[in-house]
């Protein structure tokens, strides 16, 4: 392998109108998660929505009807005489805003304690591996749905009660990388020169492991989405006065047989996003899979 | 293998004390005890000073553990202050229609996934394969509550052919089992399109067709077989999601098992349904993980051999 390395000259495909369109058809799913995450952002300041209420006369509109004050509710309108558009667009906020923040705090977690573990192994390692153990022995969404339930209900507990499990990924990936980069060269005459086991860990050991936890981290943020969705769904989410994709579709459940847009929209809008956050990820598996 | 299986079952232990006394821990941080949320907003001091008395809540945390630790270890949460019964007799009582469900789902999503998993797998790269591939991948993505949802529209509300809520007769467990399967269908055909793909890259696959045998045969006899193992071994891993997934699927189709119970009783704060419930689902888990375990090592000799040397 390594005399091949020698004369290793990179082979370029040749771009064939095939491949162009195979490379933008690849970017879709990326550019629609990109959008989520714009709408989410910015969305919130175009559109209007109240979630307290709005006219009565515009109660279970069917989607793309007018309403009382003239403009054309797109997704139709709920029970409340709410647009259903706003609801899915702040919805979108809620989604990508818990995602972020539940894979941002169990990423820290995650990797803090799965480094630790396989780089230190003996007792941390030890400790580490048990603690996931426990976690790993309630059903799915079950931990997030007792501590959410329990607790009183606020942005800090949902992120909370979904990062409880969902760091146990990250642990586990940084944790078998930390243990055979430790074996690597590099490390090993840092190690002998006298390098400090923080330093080594932050320059020998941290960037390699940045790569795959970032493709790790797209599965996780469809999960917490997920995840998220499932609890605001049971009535476990935010507090009611914010808009979440879960709440909506409970609420909708009631009048499925006469206005059935109300649950089928944001589910929708939700099943799109998982999958192309889906797809990034896989882009991204495979870009830091090729580079290793 | 005994003392292998020694290990793990101590290891079994020590992880249903450690899911015990998480709940415990979870259930203490909560604002408000068991008394003021029983008595309600209205209660005065000392009513409720008397019931934290009787349920022995005045006491020190630790004798509390100590207490709850070994009531938990004969099965004893204490009693529902809902259904004034004892808190086992409640969830045992929902537990067979949980398992039910699970089971259901479980042998739809194996019958199904592995079917097309194996239709994928044989032929990577081609229409089939691609086609599956993309369902899979759409499967897992929608969320067991809304998809549930969407078939109760489908089937209980326009085509009026199934009950859309409620549990005890068949008819009622076609929804939420099929709800229940789809995402895990979607999974078991994709661990079992790579495992067949990578099989039927072997060698002896080359050597089976070689000498002549039928496609049929080298799939049956040979592919499939040995694509198996991982199938086992991440389904087991993935039990735990299955039953999650229950609870959330109990919960849209009124189904009356431990999952809708537990989400009830999180509601009411009935914390010893709470408790209850909580450490029975992980020792389903952790018992199930064990017993794929072994199955793994009956399917493979080589984890067998492992285990001996």
Known sequence: ?292 | MLPQLVRRIGLMVFTVWGAVSLTFVILRLAPGDQATVQLGPDATAAEVSALRGELGLDRPIFVQYLDYLGSASTGDFGESYRFHESAMTVILERFPATVVLALTATALALTIGLLLGIMAGRSPGRLADRVISGITLVMQAIPPFWSGIMLILLMALTLRLLPSAGSGDLEHLVLPSVTLAIPFTALVARITRSSVAEVTAEPYILTARSKGLSERAVLARHAVRNSVIPVVTIVSLHIGTLLGGAVIVEQVFAWEGVGSLLVGAVGNRDYAIVQGATVLFAIVVVTMNLLADVLNSRLDPRIRAGAQA
């Open chain 1, 1 to 292: 392998m390594t005399t091949m390395g020698l004369v290793h000259t990179p082979v370029v495909p040749v771009r064939t109108g095939r491949a162009t369109v195979r490379r933008i058809v690849g970017a879709i799913p990326v550019v629609i998660f990109g959008l989520y995450v714009v709408a989410g952002v910015f969305g919130p300041l175009f559109v209007d929505y109240s979630p307290v209420g709005g006219e009565l006369d515009d109660r279970l509109l069917s989607p793309g009807s007018v309403t009382s004050d003239g403009s054309t509710a797109v997704f139709g309108t709920d029970a409340l005489g709410r647009d259903l558009f706003g609801q899915v667009l702040y919805g979108a906020r809620t989604s990508v805003l818990i995602g972020t923040l539940v894979v941002l705090f169990s990423g820290l977690v995650g990797i803090a304690v799965g480094t630790a573990a396989g780089y230190l192994r003996g007792k941390t390692d030890l400790v580490a591996s048990r603690v996931i153990d426990v976690l790993l022995a309630f059903p799915g969404i079950l931990l997030a749905i007792v501590i959410a339930g329990v607790f009183d209900r606020s942005l800090a507990i949902v992120v909370i009660a979904l990062s409880v499990t969902n760091w146990i990924g990250f642990a586990r990936l940084s944790r078998s990388m930390a243990m055979t980069l430790r074996e690597r060269d590099w490390v090993k005459s840092a190690t002998v020169m006298g390098v400090r086991r923080r330093r080594i860990i932050a320059r020998h050991i941290l960037p390699f492991i940045a790569g795959p936890t970032l493709a790790l981290a797209t599965v996780e943020f469809a999960g917490a989405i997920l995840a998220e969705a499932a609890l605001s769904f049971l009535g476990l989410g935010l507090p009611s006065a914010s808009v979440s994709w879960g709440q909506t579709i409970a609420s909708g459940k009631e009048y499925l047989a006469s206005a059935w847009w109300i649950s089928a929209i944001p589910g929708i809008a939700l099943a799109v996003l998982v999958i192309c956050v889906g797809f990034t990820g896989d882009r991204l598996t495979r870009h830091f899979g090729r580079k290793q």
